[in-house]
């Protein structure tokens, strides 16, 4: 989903042929990607170059071939201005040491180049939005991890970036606080216009955020597109689960001429072609059973990361 | 609409140069350092050689005009100085202002030690404990302009206590010697004292830096900074010692007085020995003083002094305020060549060339510049 | 395996409990870890949930004999866990802190631990070659743990627990860092541990990996014991909150018009797109039971039906936050 604001470029970043070795190790080879603004989820196994693409990005490392761009402008030469626009939430933890919350964010904002009454009234805007209310004039080494993570998101927000690049923000969160960040990203990424590369291992956290996902392996593209069009749906596969009694709920649709698998506690049925659910919901009504969950089958963003890393 | 959205709002203000940039990190660093009690103790204490600074210069300026606050002070100075400069004060002004000012930075120079001590090791070694690296370095922040800013929390407390007390002292007693012509004679001394500032402030504040990136742990780098201040001074003391020692032994040998002993002195009458013993305590100081004056002569070639990281600071200072040519100005006040020697001997500082000094300095402040740019890395090699 | 008594712990035949607290609390200074806490683990896989400072640390290492209860008792394999060097040749524990003897190689670090485990020198190697294996570690087995990853070292962290073939297993966030590709070779393991008939408490924040992991569930809030059991069995008895079902249809309106007429239909809810209703009821038994006939019906062909509530965070949700 690409968002076309006055003057935003759609494409958010793009790489064109970019190679970089640390020693004998490559970790970015020959890698060419354009990805469209909007929130992007960046996946890869351990090593596959996601932290060298990041930082890449970022200005941060030079590289030894290749050129591009992010939000059009050169990153090989206008790296500051890059940082300008482009918020970082790093994966360790990291503090501004014996501070408050508030003196944090607006040090992070100071250090952009905002005045510190700006830094400091848009501190207190942005620390009301990631939700730490009266625990901002506590000292950050105070915090839980859940406030940690979010003072970090606020930090990297304070001076209004249009790319943010999360790297694993809900790394040893509680449920809670996990589905706090998660909210928090996907509000700026739908309803803010902020475009979003959010990096992690935890795949149905990307799923809950981002549209659109690239795959790394061993510094190579291995796949991109959006989530939905990747996630195949078979039209005549449905997942199936009863109540009780699913074998023989499953010998009585073989003898319809369904193909049955069955996994865990559901029934993975292939109707025959030219029917469709209904015989299912006649089935169940003849033998008495109860449908708790029917769905098309649809790979899950799992077998689709699998599946994109065997094709190397 | 009379709900007003209470999400995220955008924002599009200004965004200041890179130049700048700096600044942010060294109003972090003072606002860091103020919260520590014993830093604001050690300012206030720092204050006090200013004031009395302030006082000498004045009251120089009010001697000079002869006012009558000077004269209830006149016994002071009797005190202190030799008849000859408080008869003409003019004439030896910029002197007495130059060796006000060289006694002041010494002290400075020790309250400037004690104020490194507390708020430099916890410039770049907390941020490396608390990981704070990669916030700096995500933002548009180059590694220049960290160690810019850091440097510049150094210069603004040694400013405090160096820079800034000498140049309101030397406006203030400017104002109280209602003479313009002053400035003719002494600006030298202003700004060999400024000068003297920076110097201070670059070179301590590099090494501080250096060793503050060395280490996560503040603790040890406070202890290494107690090392290179107080340890070497004492070894350079203790080198320094052992080797006028001996040289003191080759005068004492030569004296041709014995000291009075044995049984034949025991016998006799107790004028006699008086007569001994004031014979032998005369050669003997009179051993001492060639042993000083001669040891004014070994310092220009004696290296150990080098050891000593305030030595050479101090040194330094010694040069760029003139501090011995005023001793040799004012001695020669004494008609006696002798009574001279032994005011230079006693009053001048070491003699060794100060571009030794000069060059243990700008070593000490290239390694650390490469000792930090080893051990602050971006985040090309940070994990 | 298992010959050995339970003593007065045992329970029904079926379910013998490996793991049994007896009303164990747990303070330090005023603070309180665990609350009165009675709870029997059985064979299997069981995951361990809460918020933060809800008392899973604190379980775990009374479980392991770190820690001695301030009031009640433990016991596992049915012998007291305190003091008890001996039982600790059958327990393994997968902690959450990241500490390694950086400088030796993943290899040395596993048959250390083989060996304090109580293997001798032959059987340690063998077992160290095969647990290596199976966590996908030979590649890396001779590199020093200094340069691994963080997904090589929760799996070293994995090997070391399970060398000396446990009968009981904790493992404390196994999963935290690593890759879909190693978090798949994990759960592989544990499940098939937990077929095995041992003893796998897994201790996770991350919901939907221990959903896919058991469905045996125990929650602890505040240090008390809040839920235990299945989760959709615990799910069936929070009575507050009515189920959600959704239902996809071409003709939702006209499927939403039946379904106001059954009685124990409490809420019927249009969804964006105009295709899928929710629907919420409190008897979820009996509007299943009628919704074949319902489907069959004219104009009403259900083409999907699931519930968006009925999985392991939203039973955590409405437990933890009441």
Known sequence: MAYESSGEPRTLFQLDGVTKTYGAVTALDDLSVTVPSGAIGLLGPNGSGKTTMIRTLLGLIPVDAGSGQVLGMDFLHRQLNIRREVGFAPENECLFPAVEGVQFVAYAGELVGMRSKDAMQRAHEVLDYVGLGEARYRKVESYSTGMKQRLKLASAIVHDPKLLILDEPTNGMDPDGREEVLQLCRDLARNKGMSLLFSSHLLPDVEAVCDYIIVLGNGKLLAQGNIQQLKQVHNQCFEVRVKAGSETFAQGLSALGCVIEARDDVLLVQIPKGESPRMLWRAAAEQNQQIRYLRSQRSTLEEVFLKALEQK | MPIFDQGYQHWSGHLSGRAWRWLAVTRQGIRGGLKNRFLRYVLFAAWVPALALVLMLCMWGLLERRSSLASTFMQYYMALLQPGVVADPQHYRADIWRLSYGYFLEIELRFSMVLILLVGPNLISQDLRFNALPLYFSRPLRRIDYFLGKLGVILAFLGMVVIVPSIVAYVLGLLFSLDITIIRDTFGILLASVAYGLILTFSAGMLILALSALSRSSRYVALCWVGIWLVSGIVATVLQAVDSQQRRYVYYNKMTVARPNGRDFDNLSRAERDKQWRAYRQARERAAEEYRVAELGFSAHDWRPLVSYTENLSRLGQQLLGTDQTWKRLSLLDPDQDARDQLLATYMGPQYPWYWSAGVLTGLFGLSACVLNLSVKSLDRLK | ?322
């Open chain 3, 1 to 322: 395996m298992c010959s050995e008594p339970f003593g007065k712990i045992a329970g029904p035949a079926e379910v013998r409990p490996i793991v049994a607290f007896h009303e164990v609390s747990k303070w330090y200074g005023n603070v309180i870890g665990l609350n009165k806490l009675t709870i029997r683990i059985p064979a299997g896989v069981t995951g361990l949930l809460g918020p933060n400072g809800a008392g899973k640390s604190t379980l775990l290492q009374l479980a392991t004999g770190q820690l001695y209860p301030s009031q009640g008792t433990v016991h596992v394999l049915g012998q007291p866990v305190w003091n008890n060097p001996s039982l600790n040749r059958r327990i393994g524990l997968c902690p959450e802190q990241d500490a390694f003897y950086e400088w030796m190689t993943g290899w040395d670090f596993v048959y250390t631990s083989a060996r304090l485990g109580g293997l001798g020198r032959a059987d340690a190697r063998d077992a160290t070659g095969r647990t290596l294996d199976a966590v996908g570690m030979t590649r890396h087995k001779g590199r020093a743990i200094r340069g691994y990853s963080k997904g090589m070292r929760q799996r070293i962290k994995m090997a070391q627990a399970l060398v000396h073939g446990p009968h009981v297993l904790f493992l404390d966030e196994p999963l935290a860092g690593t890759d879909p590709l190693a978090r798949r070779a994990l759960m592989d393991i544990i499940q098939r541990l937990g077929s095995e008939g041992k003893s796998v408490v897994v201790s996770s924040h991350v919901l939907h990996e221990v959903q896919s992991l058991t469905p045996n569930i125990i929650l602890l809030n505040r240090g008390r014991l809040l839920a235990e059991g299945q989760v959709r069995q615990i799910r069936d008895l929070i009575d507050k909150h009515p189920h959600h079902i959704v239902l996809v249809c071409d003709g939702s309106r006209k499927l939403a018009s039946r379904l106001v007429g059954w009685e124990d239909v409490e809420g019927i809810r249009m969804l964006p797109g105009g295709k899928a209703l929710m629907v919420e009821t409190r008897s979820p038994d009996a509007f299943y039971g009628r919704l074949p006939q319902l489907s069959l019906e004219d104009g009403t062909e259900i083409k999907e039906v699931y519930s968006d509530d009925d999985n392991l965070e939203a039973v955590f949700k409405y437990l933890v936050n009441k």
